[in-house]
């Protein structure tokens, strides 16, 4: 993604016919500017599964990164976290500014029916106030029995500026309405994977769900055995500045400017927050009667007393309001990317559990310190949070990170630091629905991070090294058992990314990770983990075309990897099922631009040919998780198509 040019790139006068500087955007809590991105090289840009993540078997499903990635914010957490990769959150809220309409229209369609809409539209009401609409769905059944997903997404956004360019407004509202099947894992993996009656992968038994069948209505969203999630969020922020007028005059027009050097800031956000998990008895099309499974959940769950046709369901609801008081100081009027920044919040939550309704509250404080100088050699990051008084009262942050621009020739060098003490995320807490396990207290967990990185543009390279530092690690030992780690352990974390030049038009792309926990570590991590794409990138002697034309390998060393609770919506701790898969996963692709229009042709899991399971079919599964094997062959198609009107 290309950046923007600084703190007076708004203000340059420009082409209404360039698109390339009309359309731009911004994130809430960054004041540089950014274009948008349009290669077609990398097509998890474009897809809601980071490539270092790994999912239960179908998109939309349960996923978690394979790199140790710890929770690194202090305060108050629901704690669902299996879904997050789909929802749309503030900090990733783009707030544009262009000057003539821009939509996307975005369609993808897989095997199996899987089909993921999206629409974009924003545009400009007024040349300092613009508004954006954006809708998502991913609709999924999934190559496995009682896998179905069906998530929507939807945002609504409008960024205001005074004429004087002293007042902006940023306005959000945010809903994310997630629904996901559950089937707790193929009842047998190894016997019903290597079975010739099952080559349609969709016959084969589940733990939960029942058999039902396979169903391709896109508008159905009905979810029987599974877990939904609902979160709403509306955010308003309002800024005043303080600073001295200016303005650029051309033949033709004047053009205000203005530098700030104090601004104060309020932001209020009003969330609410719905977990729910059921598997309840059902009649089904076929008029077949499910019931939940009473030994599943007896010897998985440790409930005892459950009996044929009992329901099992559990519910946490959230409502929270946060009010947030910011002051900015600019000792650089000239440049708004170097500021001081002090703020407290006071945040109100208010839950209801199976046990009765709760309210809570936090004050919290932060400070920060931002300076990307004008030379751009140096960028300076700190900021603190501390949690003074209220239900995580103790909690604190604290991050820094510099970088310096060694030269074109010798690239960029960054170190930093950041430490983090928090209360477990709330499914740690007794008062939870999702709490079943026998009482038991949580000390807060302590987390420290020493990173650094070497970034060489010229030779596309980029290495980095992470070193973490862990004490009352929480954890699920199992299914439902919550645990915290008694002492201190350590995970080194190192990865390479380099693109490699192969002829003139042919370039390898290769990602390699290494990770290692040393000291007794309720973790469990592949060694190595290595992504490697080798494509023809070119335009084939057409000036308008932009084309990528390959092949995708990745790969993981054998590991023990996570299980999964579907009843809590958590990944666990287990110790005793290793994943070892035999070929790394291998996707072919074209992927090409014309002008606003992208296309994206991929076959994914050429791995899973085989001829050993009733006959030659793709029925060589790769394993995510004990008891979640991978789909066989999934023929990708992506269209994506843009409009500047």
Known sequence: M??????????????????????????????????????????????????????????????????????????????????????????????????????????????????????????????????????????????????????????????????????????ALIGNKMQASENGGLQDTADFLNNGDYKDRYNIPTKLGGDSPFGRDFFSTKIGTGTKQSEFTILLRQQYDLGRKDSIVTDSTVIPLFYPRLRFEHTLTYSTYKYTFNDAPYVSNTGITYQPDSAYYTDNYGMTSFMPGDTVYFRDRWKEIVNDFSIYQFPDAKNQQQFIKLGAAIQNLSGEFASGKNNYYNVFGHAEYRNKTKDLKWDIEAFGKLYFTGFNAGDFQAYASLQRLLGKKLGYLQLGFGNVNRTPSFIFDQRSSFYIDVPKSFKKENSTQLFAAYYLPQQKLRLTGTYYLLTNYTYLSNYYQLQQADGLFNVLKLSLQKTFNVGKKWKLHSDIYFQKAVGDAPVNMPLVFTRNRFAYEGNLGFKNLAIAIGLEARYHTPYKADGYSPALGQFFYQDSISIRNKLPDISAYMHFRIKGFKMYIRTENLNTASGKVGGFGFTNNNIAAPGYPYPGLLIRVGIYWSFVN
């Open 2 to 171: 290309k950046m923007g040019a600084g703190s007076n790139d708004s203000l340059r006068k420009r082409d209404k016919f360039a698109d390339s500087i009309t359309i731009r955007f911004r994130y809430l809590d960054s004041t540089r500017m950014y274009f948008l991105d349009s290669t077609v090289t990398d097509f998890t840009t474009r897809f809601p599964i980071p490539a270092t993540n790994v999912y239960l078997g179908n998109t939309g499903a349960a996923s978690r990164s394979i790199l140790f990635s710890p929770n690194f914010k202090p305060g108050w957490d629901p704690g669902f976290h299996a879904l997050d990769i789909y929802k749309w959150k503030p900090e990733n809220i783009r707030f544009f500014n262009v000057t003539r309409q821009y939509s996307e229209l975005n369609y993808q369609l897989a095997s199996r029916s899987e089909q993921i809409i999206e629409i974009l539209h924003t545009q400009n009401i007024k040349p300092n106030w613009n508004f954006l609409f954006q809708y998502r769905m991913i609709n999924a059944p999934g190559a496995f029995k009682n896998q179905k997903v069906n998530h929507n997404n939807y945002l609504l956004t409008s960024w205001f500026q005074s004429v004087n360019r002293r007042y902006n407004n940023y306005f």
